[in-house]
């Protein structure tokens, strides 16, 4: 093989090509230009592709046929010349060339050459003697190996061979294979002691062709890639501590090059943000001119062949490289040390061979002023030795590397494929694109690396990716195109060439040896001073193992103090800062700044005598004197929102959620209070907050708690700290929940991401009091307690959704987000204003933005930096702004405007209006000025400070410097101490301020430190939020948004629609757009100081809307811009002041509804406003919180268009928790999420209103509590009561029982008295007197307005399905021994004469209630239900069944009856419909149920009553028979059933005095006390019915006398004697009164009744379901309820009507409710002329009466003798139905009679027996039928009038 140009250039200059491709590739925004050095040789030429992908006549596929797995390509030898000598091992020439023929001879080899042996393929026991040109060999390590040949033939001395194939026909190779020098050059040749030449060492072309020829023969199509979505730009674990970036890219999905994003606007100017652009990397070709990045990178070193057309915009196809990983990367773990810390001790470096270590020289950080950072990268770093102290070592960059290798398992699991991860050296040549691209004040981030990485993995192998996801089922074969591997010898290249556009910024080392010496070098280069310039060094070197070896030395001033800093933990930092401040380091800083002279000296001050008159110390008292006061001060924060109670409505419907799950662990039913207990981080400020919001709120008094709080004081103990007091608080809410198991208690967590170590972690080395949140709230005592409920409010929840999180995701409640509009929903007052605001200001270009930096600031801290660099970054920081607040306060009450340019212009604009503010109000209400500095010691130093400068200036009186520390109480002054309490109506002289909310107004400097703010909300009067010397050392989600949270703010939108309708006379409030304090009144307030600020005779208004300017004051910048616009001369001043006096104003609340205006250091501006990918701010896609990692570098980014629910969904798939996490244990065997039951997760942004939102949740729940306890209950007195009635007349009024023989001596009473009767028919009797006064009778809706009460549900009340306590779970089947499927169906047959054919009824009878019934073998025929014997007794026994026959009450139905009985044994049977049998086998599993055939689907509860009654009769005769067999007499046994209604819910008994005989009060008994007394009455068996009196609060006769039994009408709950009543049926065809109707026949048949007034039934209102809830509706919309009139329910028969889809029986109560008044006109309203009623009741509607007679032999009627009637009702007459009976009555000339028949063939045959015609008189009009289909069997009727 040879090449033509042996590796010179054309005729092109290389630094020409090479300026050319920078430039192209700076200006590239598509593609990627054409590399360097595909211009530098010849035009490519296109080469046409194989069938199996690979270019014909490649010679370039395998340089090694033994280890090829392609097959030979044919090669055909150029013919020798004629003459020539063929022998094998000789030369064309005839001369010798074997090693073993000329060993000893003499050879001239020229300089520069090798001697080297080549193989014959015909002689492969000879080595033949070659001289070649040592550039165009490998070197030991297999590298530096230029391509093309030089070689001279040492036979017969011929020079100069271009071509190895030249060469190889020359010395007489005879290859059939494309020859080429790797293949057959050999060996070196070497001389021996004695002179001889011999074979030396082999020449390693695997150095440089091993990677190539790992080919992936398998390479058989993609595997499955996330979606789209799930991109590459992930973050590493190590976010936190890896520096900050402000990369100027956006966008990585597309390419992985520098976005042209707009520049960034810092302090509302322009400035130009770097754009450097990085060339396009994993790109697959989709078109021509669209090259592959790995293509295109592979191929920008020299051709091999200049006639193969070589291009970087042609896909060049090749093999697939799989590069094993080192031993480091292969795992895909990290170590500790890089979890944690991020950086990593000598000791965890791999082993190293004995020697390979780097000595640090001393006094490195002295020297350079730096301390470099090794980010370990390939390869075992060398040990450090020496001066180790002044190096740091990194393993982010190599947890990077290794996560960016590491497939995720939808690839691993199919093995090795095409899909391989990135090779080392592009890892390495990707690394050096991104630090070249970062701007000289810009850090390196992992996470943006990562992101690289992982999208050009993901675009390398697009095509693999998209062909699995089509879900083949066989892997496709290889693809041509694929992306052509880097190889180690085109790595230095390329980063070269990579580097070569940042000057010296980014420097690649790629000569030395071995990484140590490497870095030897680059320490003796930094102590040199060689590397000034140089921000990162990039070292490249092929190790012992032929592996390339990487690592990255950063040795930026800038860009290693920050990742020095970053190495500190939290707590390390905060040491060494105290260690700093208290060794006198940092008195160097200060003694520096006194010797920068007088300007800046803030000593001067002691030249400012206090006793001098200022400008701000006059009118101090200017409010004692009788001046006008502001009276537009208001505190706000008692007021409850409507957001915040739609919120708190939220909580308690996932509660409920909780309550009504199948899983039963939560049972609301059995709560009948509640508590709670508040837990909140160790801060006093956070503390008395929650105390103040809680005695405001309201909820003690509603949770009636409030007897025991009298004070704020009193409220302390419902809130708790979370110390080491708080273990004994936890403690005693355990031990309370234990001893109170029907009390609530609610364990609210706010704050909750502030601690989530583990217990474990801390015991080990955590930080005090860390853990202490998972050893109380986790503990198992507060997770097994049925009664306590645990609810986490935080802002930021990320950390607690990971996926080992105990909080289920349908349990979390997120605050209603603008977004989306939900806050529309609420009416809300307010506009939230928080983090994306403040972003959103940045970006908007119509006035200044809220969000800025300073750059003067900034300036002045890097100079310093430079100055200082053993100092912390902090410590300076404190410094300056300490500084620049002295300095603007001298300047400010001194008018001393030479100071002004020692300070900033944001630093002089905030105290201005510090102290501008408070002059302007009458009552010196001002702002607050927030300055955040997290570190303790440097707070106190600033509070002391600012203090002195304070004081000295005069200015104590002017605003108050509050030192914010959460481990201590606010301290106020007491000057400030009286405003306070004048402004808020305070009369306690004691009073102190306990929050930062009660600063409201008071113009103070409030100095927030803390490492992290713990809840502490700010008052509306915050002005400016400060952060410049904010903490960036964790770089997290949750730690850069809680910094900011403290700038969240509530726009009033009544106020902001206010201001938008201002005058523009007033220019201050003019602009609505205008947020920040700039724009209103501290424009007047001007760099200037001599103007407004010093008086009111130097004071102008802003009633001029024009502006004279003064000059610019400092150069060009931004700042001066600034100052100049808003500059005023103080002759424009003057004269306006004379022309319009001061009017005062209060600044506080004009500026009441402006957000405040916030500061950040630069780098931290940067960041947060960089936009990522996802068109979310950058920080979004950091790491959530440092206790957690990302569980996949393979992940997709955060979407904008996420919700709350989404993004939390995001975390819990893509974050774990670390060990130290409280959630790292948290992990089950054999599942997927461990969930804690009762646990709910409240977030919602900082500062928005979670208290309030929690404290209205526990009121309300305390109310929904009381509300579940509570049930409506009807509530009605009995109606047509006579007062003589209840009179005592037949019994004692304290007999327990009745007397059979008084009750027989009773009259009867026909008056039906239950209320829920008033709308039917009066039953006639003589001695009924009519009520004339009463008020028409309600009609159709009477069920939905009667009269309720709300009574709470008693110990012994029945419940519905929702009820779910312990004691009655085995009751419920939900008892693990009793599972849903254990219950079995029984058919039970018999016959009954009425229905005329055998009925068979299906028993469902679970496993548990077997032992009710009798088989004919165990799992048999049902052969019946046993019943007991009279004579038995069993205290805890009902012997009576109970049968409720029920429809469309399978969830509100009361068949709990666990708690009613008392726990005693009882048979309780539902009687359900067929088509509801699943819906309640479902709800009531462990219940005996009766499914009524399926033709009574559509009955009434008549038909359910029927079949009970004769099932209970039947069943009777079969127990008689079986109990005869075993000797008992057939009447022992027991013959009551109870029938009861489904609403029936609690039972009381009244007490009676046993010496007076008058009723007590009435109590709530069990129904079991109810039956049991029943039961045991004596002679029951002789009564055919018995029941209770409906409870009503006015009908217990309490303090009267009162008769304790009755003989009337009996309902809703019956016991009911089978046998005695077994020939009078109920009506199987009724909807209504069927109960009235069936009362009436027991009566005529003489049967005994009895109402026991003792006891009453109460009945709850149930609006769903039940026998009332037919819908008559038409025949051809079935569906849809249709408004019918009642006159349309009948038609005459064989008409065309509108057909009704409703039974007919129905149809015909119906009517004659609604008609019967014109059907029986002279009975309306006529008490004297009632409508005789043959045996039936029928509800002829209020205004008629009816008379119920029975035809059987010998009833029992009432008198009729000289009655006359007005109408006559026959509804199926039987044949006790005679002429001769009806002759017994009298009628009305005219009145009215109809005849009910099932048919009309029936109806004219009762006609001709009855002989009817001979007196009442026909017409064929007067037939009528039920508008029913003729399938539907419709009724007839006819009626006529008497003659």
Request: proline share 7%; hydrophobic share 35%; glycine share 6%.
């Amino acid at each position: 093989m040879g090449n033509s140009y042996a590796g010179q250039l054309r005729t092109t200059r290389f630094e020409e090509v090479l300026h050319n491709s920078i430039e192209a590739s700076l200006r590239s925004n598509t593609v990627v230009p054409r590399p360097v050095f595909s211009q530098l040789y010849l035009e490519p030429e296109q080469r046409p592709l194989s069938r199996d992908g690979h270019m014909e006549n490649e010679e370039e596929d395998d340089e090694d046929g033994s280890e090829s797995n392609s097959p030979p390509i044919p090669y055909q030898m150029k013919p020798p010349p004629e003459g020539s000598c063929t022998t094998d091992g000789f030369c064309q020439a005839g001369k010798d060339l074997r090693l073993a023929s000329i060993a000893t001879e003499c050879l001239d080899v020229p300089p520069g050459f090798l001697l080297v042996g080549a193989k014959s393929p015909s002689i492969p026991d000879h080595i033949l003697v070659c001289a070649v040109d040592r550039r165009f060999l490998p070197d030991e390590c297999g590298r530096n190996a230029l391509l093309g040949f030089l070689g001279n033939c040492m036979g017969c001395g011929e020079k100069s061979f271009r071509y190895f194939t030249e060469f190889s026909n020359h010395i007489n190779l005879k290859l059939t294979t494309q020859p080429k020098k790797q293949k057959h050059l050999k060996y070196r040749l070497l001389r021996n002691a004695q002179g001889v030449l011999v074979k030396g060492p082999p020449i390693c072309w695997k150095g440089i062709d091993s990677r190539v020829r790992q080919t992936t023969s398998n390479m058989s199509g993609g595997l499955e890639e996330h979606p789209p979505s799930s991109g590459a730009n992930d973050l590493l674990p190590s976010s936190g501590p890896a520096g900050l970036n402000t990369a100027s890219y956006t966008d990585l999905n597309t390419h992985l090059q520098a976005s042209e994003t707009s520049p960034h606007m810092a302090n509302g100017s322009h400035v130009p943000a770097p754009q450097q652009a990085l060339p396009q990397t994993g790109l697959t070709a989709h078109g021509p001119g669209r090259p592959t990045v790995t293509g295109s990178m592979a191929n920008s070193g020299p051709p091999k062949k200049r006639h193969k057309g070589w291009s970087p915009e042609s896909s060049a196809p090749t093999e697939a490289v799989h590069r094993p990983a080192s031993s480091n990367t292969v795992k895909g773990t990290r170590s500790a040390d890089s979890v944690a810390s991020g950086f990593v001790s000598q000791g965890s470096s791999p082993p190293l061979p004995p020697g390979e270590s780097v000595t640090v020289p001393d006094g490195l950080l002295q020297t350079c002023g730096l301390q470099p950072v090794v980010f370990k990268g390939h390869g075992a770093l060398p040990r450090l030795c020496g001066n180790t102290g002044d190096v740091l070592v990194s393993g982010h960059l190599q947890a990077c590397y290794c996560s960016s290798q590491t497939l995720p398992r939808v690839y691993e699991q199919y093995g090795t494929s095409s899909v391989q991860p990135l090779s080392t050296e592009m890892q390495v040549l990707l690394t050096v694109y991104y630090l070249v691209q970062l701007a000289p004040d810009q850090m390196p981030l992992m996470e943006d690396l990562e992101q690289i990485l992982m999208r050009s993995w993901r675009e390398s192998h697009l095509s693999e990716i998209r062909q699995y996801q089509q879900s083949h089922p066989q892997f496709p074969t290889p693809l041509p195109g694929l992306a052509q591997p880097l190889t180690p010898s085109q790595l230095p290249w390329l980063a070269k060439l990579a580097t070569s556009s940042s000057g010296e910024s980014v420097l690649v080392l790629d000569t030395a040896h071995s990484l140590a010496a490497a870095l030897d070098g680059t320490f003796q280069k930094l102590m040199e001073g060689k590397l000034s310039q140089t921000h990162y060094v990039v070292i490249i070197c092929m190790g012992r193992s032929q592996e390339t070896e990487s690592c990255i030395v950063v040795t930026g001033k800038h860009q290693s103090r920050a990742l020095a800093e970053s190495t500190l933990s939290p707590s390390d930092c905060m040491s060494e800062i105290n260690q700093e401040l208290s060794s006198g380091m940092a008195a160097e800083l200060e003694a520096y700044f006194s010797s920068l002279g007088l300007d800046g000296d803030v000593d001067l001050l002691e030249k400012a005598s206090p006793e001098k008159s200022s400008p701000f110390t006059q009118g101090c008292v200017q409010e004692l004197s009788g001046e006008p006061t502001c009276t537009e001060y208001r505190a706000e924060w008692r007021e409850i929102r409507p957001i915040q109670l739609a919120v708190a409505r939220k909580l308690l419907s996932h509660v409920c959620a909780i309550a009504d799950s199948s899983t039963h662990n939560l049972d609301l039913g059995s709560f009948d209070k509640v508590e709670f207990l508040i837990c909140v981080p160790p801060s006093e400020v956070a503390f008395q907050q929650v105390v103040l919001h809680l005695w405001n709120s309201g909820v003690l008094q509603e949770l009636g708690l409030d007897q025991d709080c009298l004070s704020p004081k009193d409220a302390e103990q419902y809130v708790i700290k979370l110390d080491q007091a708080a273990v004994a608080k936890i403690s005693g809410l355990i031990q309370k929940s234990k001893l109170n198991p029907y009390t609530l208690f609610i364990l609210v967590h706010d704050h909750a991401h502030w601690d989530i170590s583990s217990e474990q972690y801390s015991r080990v080395g955590g930080e005090p009091n860390s853990g202490l949140v998972d050893s109380l709230l986790n503990c198992r005592q507060i997770q097994e307690a049925a009664n306590i409920l645990t609810l986490h409010v935080t802002s930021f929840p990320f950390a607690l959704q990971t996926q080992y999180t105990r909080i289920s995701p349908y349990n979390e409640i997120h605050w209603p987000s603008a977004f989306n509009n939900d806050v529309d929903l609420y009416q809300e007052k307010t506009k939230y204003f928080g983090v994306s605001e403040l972003l959103e200001s940045t970006r908007s270009g119509n006035s200044l933005p809220l969000l800025r930096f300073d750059s003067s600031f900034e300036s002045m801290v890097a100079a310093l930096e430079e100055r200082f660099p053993r100092l912390h970054s902090v410590v300076i920081r404190t410094q300056v702004l300490l500084q620049h607040y002295s300095v603007a306060l001298m300047a400010t009450a001194k008018g001393q405007a030479q100071l002004q340019k020692h300070t900033s212009v944001e630093t002089l604009e905030m105290v201005q209006c510090l102290l501008g503010s408070a002059h302007r109000c009458p009552n010196h209400h001002g702002h607050m000025l927030l300055l955040r500095i997290p570190f303790p010691a440097l707070a106190a130093l600033a509070h002391q400070r600012l203090c002195r400068v304070r004081d000295r200036l005069g200015l104590h009186e002017r605003f108050e410097v509050v030192l914010g520390d959460p481990t201590s109480g606010i301290v106020v002054g007491k000057h400030f101490l009286n405003q306070l309490r004048v402004w808020l109506k305070i009369q306690d002289p004691e009073w102190t301020p306990h929050t930062y909310l009660e600063l409201e107004a008071l113009p103070c400097i409030l100095i927030f430190t803390g490492m992290n703010p713990m809840g502490e909300s700010l008052p509306r009067s915050l002005k400016y939020c400060d952060q410049r010397v904010m903490s960036c050392c964790a770089l997290q989600r949750t730690a850069l948004e809680q910094e900011l949270g403290l700038a969240a703010y509530l726009v009033s939108a009544e106020q902001q629609s206010q201001r938008g309708a201002r005058t523009s006379s007033d220019l201050s409030e003019s602009d609505p757009d205008k947020l920040s304090g700039t724009d209103n009144e501290e424009e007047e307030v001007v760099v200037d100081v001599n103007s407004t600020l010093l008086g009111p005779d130097h004071s102008r208004t802003d009633s001029s809307p024009h502006k004279q300017q003064q000059p610019v004051l400092s150069g060009d910048t931004p700042h001066g811009q600034r100052r100049s616009s808003k500059s005023t001369s103080p002759g424009s001043s003057s004269t306006q002041a004379q022309a319009s006096p001061l009017r005062p104003f209060c600044s506080w609340a004009r500026n009441l509804n402006r957000p405040p205006v916030v500061l950040l250091p630069k780098a931290l501006y940067d960041l947060i406003t960089t936009i990522d990918a996802s068109g979310l701010p950058k920080p979004t896609s950091f790491l959530p919180h440092a206790s957690v990692e990302w569980a996949s570098s393979f992940r997709p980014l955060l979407s904008k268009m996420m919700t709350c629910t989404e993004q939390s969904l995001y975390y819990r798939q893509w974050t774990v928790p670390r060990p130290n996490h409280m959630d790292s244990s948290n992990r089950a065997e054999g599942r997927t999420d461990n969930f804690h039951p009762r646990r709910l997760l409240l977030s919602g942004p900082p500062q928005v209103g979670k208290t309030g939102a929690y404290l209205q949740f526990l009121g309300i729940l305390s109310r929904m509590l009381i509300r579940l306890m509570e049930v409506d209950i009807y509530d009605e007195e009995d109606i047509n009561c006579n007062s003589q009635s209840d009179l005592v007349r037949y019994h004692q009024a304290i007999a327990s029982w009745p007397n059979a023989d008084t009750m027989r001596g009773m009259p009867f009473d026909f008056t039906i008295h239950d209320p829920k009767y008033e709308d039917i028919s009066t039953i006639y009797s003589p001695d009924l007197t009519p009520d004339v006064e009463k008020n028409a009778r309600r009609q159709e809706d009477v069920y939905l307005r009667r009269r309720t009460a709300r009574i709470k549900l008693s110990k012994y009340a029945a419940y519905n399905t929702y009820h779910h306590c312990e004691q009655c779970h085995q009751y419920m089947g939900f008892n693990p021994r009793y599972q849903l499927y254990e219950s079995t169906l029984h058919a039970f047959t018999f016959s009954h004469l009425l229905l005329g054919e055998e009925i068979q009824l299906y028993f469902i009878i679970p496993k548990s209630k077997e032992h009710h019934f009798s088989f004919s073998q165990p799992g048999g025929q049902l052969e019946s239900m046993r019943l007991p014997l009279t004579s038995d007794w069993n205290p805890d026994c009902i012997k009576s069944p109970i049968f409720t026959p029920t429809t469309g009450r399978h969830e509100h139905g009361l068949f709990n009856l666990y708690h009613a009985m008392d726990g005693a044994s009882h048979l309780h049977i539902l009687v359900i419909k067929e088509y509801e049998m699943a819906v309640y086998k479902k709800y009531w599993p462990n219940h005996i149920m009766l499914v009524l055939p399926t033709i009574f689907n559509g009955a009434g509860i008549g038909a359910a009553h029927f079949l009970i009654k004769e099932l209970s009769y039947h069943n009777l005769e079969l127990e008689r028979n079986r109990r005869v067999e075993h000797g008992s007499r057939p009447q022992d046994v027991w013959p009551f059933i109870i029938l009861a209604d489904d609403s029936c819910v609690m039972w009381n008994s009244v007490d009676v005095d046993s010496k007076s005989g008058i009723a007590g009060a009435e109590r709530n008994v069990s129904l079991k006390q109810v039956l049991q007394h029943m039961e045991s009455s004596p002679d029951i068996t002789e009564y055919g019915l018995c029941g209770l009196r409906k409870w009503s609060s006015r009908g217990s006769g309490t303090g009267r006398r009162r008769e304790p039994f009755s003989r009337g009408h009996l309902h809703d709950f019956l016991l009911l004697n089978v046998d005695l009543t077994h020939d009078i049926q109920y009506n199987q065809n009724r909807f209504t009164c069927d109960d009235v109707d069936f009362n009436l026949r027991i009566q005529s048949a003489g049967l005994l009744m009895c109402r026991f007034n003792n006891f009453s039934v109460m009945k709850k209102q149930i609006a769903i379901g039940g026998y009332r809830t037919f819908i008559i509706k038409t025949k051809q919309m079935t569906d849809v309820p249709t408004t019918v009139q009642p006159s349309q329910y009948i038609c005459a028969p064989d008409s065309k009507h509108l057909f009704l889809a409703t039974p007919a029986q129905l149809l015909l109560e119906k009517y004659l409710q609604h008609t019967s008044q014109r059907l029986f006109p002279l009975s309306a309203g006529n008490y004297s002329h009632p409508v005789l009623s043959v045996d039936c009741y029928l509800n002829l509607g209020p205004e008629v009466t009816v008379c119920f007679v029975s035809s059987r032999p010998h009833s029992i009627n009432i008198s009729t003798a000289g009655l006359l009637f007005g109408g006559l009702l026959l509804y199926f007459c039987d044949s006790f139905v005679t002429p001769g009976f009806l002759k017994k009555f009298r009628f009305l000339k005219g009145a009215t009679l109809c005849v009910i028949c099932p048919n009309r063939s029936a109806l004219r045959q009762t006609v001709v027996r009855l002989e009817l015609e001979e007196e009442w008189r026909f017409r064929l009009s007067d037939e009528f039928q039920t508008a029913n289909a003729k399938e539907d069997q419709p009724l007839f009727f006819l009626t006529g009038k008497h003659i």
